[in-house]
Nanobody
Framework: QVQLVESGGGLVQPGGSLRLSCAAS????????MSWYRQAPGKQRELVAA???????NYAESVKGRFTISRDNAENTVYLQMNSLKPEDTAVYLC????????????WGQGTQVTVSS
């Protein structure tokens, strides 16, 4: 059974930092591209950051220079370090894993709430 379990969300003041974790089980983690998405109330889900199996990364323009995605294949975990947080970063953050190839199979975590407010 595949599981992606996010943790690390919470309430933080503007300018603060949080580190999200996504622990994966039931998949050969090291071969999966991994991503973080977020969804705010009334808005579409958007890609925040992605990391390939080889460690290449890309980011949404809105988080470049503030967020860093990384992975630890030994721990089957992907991280999202979020610095200089803004109120507009408030959302549920979800972890995503896409099976390499053309199957279209992907897995999602349940999400972790991040609230940036004073």
């Amino acid at each position: 059974q595949v599981q992606l379990v996010e943790s690390g969300g919470g309430l933080v003041q503007p300018g603060g930092s949080l580190r999200l974790s996504c622990a994966a089980s039931g998949i050969m983690f090291r071969i999966y591209p991994m991503s973080w998405y977020r969804q705010a109330p009334g808005k579409q889900r958007e890609l925040v950051a992605a990391i390939s199996s080889g460690g290449s990364t890309n980011y949404a323009e809105s988080v470049k220079g503030r967020f860093t995605i990384s992975r630890d294949n030994a721990e089957n975990t992907v991280y999202l370090q979020m610095n200089s947080l803004k109120p507009e970063d408030t959302a549920v953050y979800l972890c995503n894993a896409v099976l390499p190839g053309t199957s279209g199979i992907e897995y999602w975590g349940q999400g972790t709430q991040v609230t940036v407010s004073s």
